[in-house]
């Protein structure tokens, strides 16, 4: 046999512990029940669909009962028809959607021929999209086509949703859209 | 100590990395900074952070291309050379009901490196400050009823895990049935480690520790009969 380094210290150290083994004299009740708790076992269970393809696989969000109710896990449901308790690796990832230091928190705002990107309230940037959306709708908007059928459109903006929205945020979403005049509205339909 | 086992049948992986995440995600442990380096395998290797990695092979065999896919974790050996090794069962000790070997933050009493030289597959990651970590059979899980995280997420069947008996069966019932196909295929080191896996090649070519070195486990065999005949010793020694 070749003696690697590997295999050498293996022999080595092999050869230590026999002559002093036999896993008695303490006591590893305290760390082994440690091993023992569930970190999901006092939280809340609530089901969700995993939003990033069309297979529409079902997951248990574990959330916090006290204090700020965050996510602790996200897990396959073993209830569901769909997947049966798998998640592939986004799936299996799905918690980092929420729980990610590298998340956004406040909307960022980058000014034309700006370079750096500046934090910006959520009240000014509302206002700030409302009002550009409408100058622009107003300026394109047609009432009438031109053999004079009656069409209330704009051209000038486009949709493209988000592959994330549920059934019924796309249901809100469509509604404001189609209020607006828009007719250019792409989403990449998912669940 | 029957104890629990895993069954990973390489021949169902298809890659799909959802074991690789649900352990992070289960372990909350950080993502790593990757690059590409014309792999899907990423992280590149194992680490302290990283206790479960599918690792990608390309190998052209009968002037086929053959793209082996290796989930790779610790084995939970029968008989740990890194629990015999590290000789303090304050930083290594295996749970006896599962047969988990799990690695405690406290290594304050053993020699970190000869217990990473120690293991067959290449397994135990050290951090910055020394402290080892591994797969830890999500042993929080399964003494909760559980499915550790990685075989729960598993979407085509390749991961399993049971009691070692119902694994062994299942195994061996598998290779019965994969052989016909694959006349190569075999399992590895099913005797001596809770982790099972089914290969349908050469292990070499999925990944250079897939199976342990013929030695490896002698030693250890020799090491547990020590235990059993002299099962006073470290209190004779008086510690």
């Known amino acids: 046999m070749k003696v690697t380094r590997r295999k050498f210290i293996q022999i080595s150290g092999a050869a230590a512990a026999g002559l002093a083994t036999g896993n008695l004299g303490f006591d590893l009740s305290p760390v082994m029940a440690h091993a ?32 700020d109710g965050r996510v602790i896990n996200i897990e396959g449901d073993p209830d569901h028809v769909i997947n049966r308790g798998s998640l592939c690796s986004k799936g299996a990832g799905l918690s980092g959607l929420v729980e990610n230091e590298n998340r956004l928190l406040e909307p960022m705002y980058r000014a034309p021929y700006a370079n750096v990107w500046k934090q910006v309230s959520w009240d000014w940037a509302i206002g700030e999209i409302a009002r550009r ?8 908007f047609t009432k009438k086509n031109a053999k004079g059928q009656i069409v209330n459109r704009t051209t000038a903006i486009a949709s493209v949703g988000s592959a994330a929205m549920d059934n019924e945020e796309c249901w809100i979403y469509q509604a404001l859209m189609r209020a607006i005049g828009l007719v250019y509205i792409e989403h990449q339909a998912r669940i | 100590m029957p104890g629990k086992s895993f069954f990973i049948d390489t021949l169902l992986c298809m890659a799909c990395k959802g074991c ?48 082996l896919f290796f989930p790779d974790q610790c084995r939970h050996c029968m008989e740990p050379p890194c629990e015999m090794t590290a000789d303090d069962p304050r930083a290594i000790f295996r749970d006896p009901a599962t047969g988990a070997v799990i690695y405690t933050a406290d290594n304050k009493n053993i020699d970190v490196h000869e217990v ?23 042993n929080d899980r399964v003494r909760n009823g559980l499915l550790p995280a990685c075989v729960k997420t598993c979407p085509t069947g390749a991961m399993n895990f049971g009691d070692r008996e119902e694994m062994l069966v299942m195994a061996r019932r598998r290779l019965a049935t994969v052989k016909k196909i694959h006349p190569k295929a075999k399992l590895l080191d099913p005797d001596d480690v809770r982790v099972i896996y089914l290969v349908t090649e050469d292990p070499m070519l999925y990944h250079s520790f897939a199976v342990a070195s013929n030695s490896a486990f002698d030693i250890s065999r020799k090491v547990a009969l020590n235990k059993l005949l002299r099962p006073l010793n470290r209190l004779t020694a008086g510690l």
């Not at chain 1, 708790?37 to 248990?60: H, N, Q, R």
């Not at chain 2, 352990?23 to 395998?41: F, S």
Request: charged letters at 25%; glycine letters at 6%.
């Open chain 1, 36 to 67: 023992q708790m569930l970190k999901t076992k006092y939280a809340k269970e609530t089901i969700t669909i995993c939003p990033y393809c069309a297979v529409g696989c079902g997951a248990i969000v574990h959330t916090s009962k006290k204090g």
């Open chain 1, 133 to 140: 959306v409408k100058k622009t709708r107003d300026a394109d």
């Open chain 2, 20 to 67: 690789q995440a649900a352990c992070k995600q289960w372990h909350d442990l950080p993502a790593e900074k990757t690059v590409n380096r014309g792999t899907y395998q990423n992280p590149a290797d194992l680490s302290f952070v990283t206790y479960k990695l599918v690792r990608f092979n390309e190998t052209v065999i009968d002037g086929k291309l053959k793209w």
């Open chain 2, 116 to 138: 990473i030289e120690s293991c067959p597959y290449n397994i135990p990651r050290t951090a910055r400050d020394g402290t080892l970590a591994k797969c830890d059979m999500c």
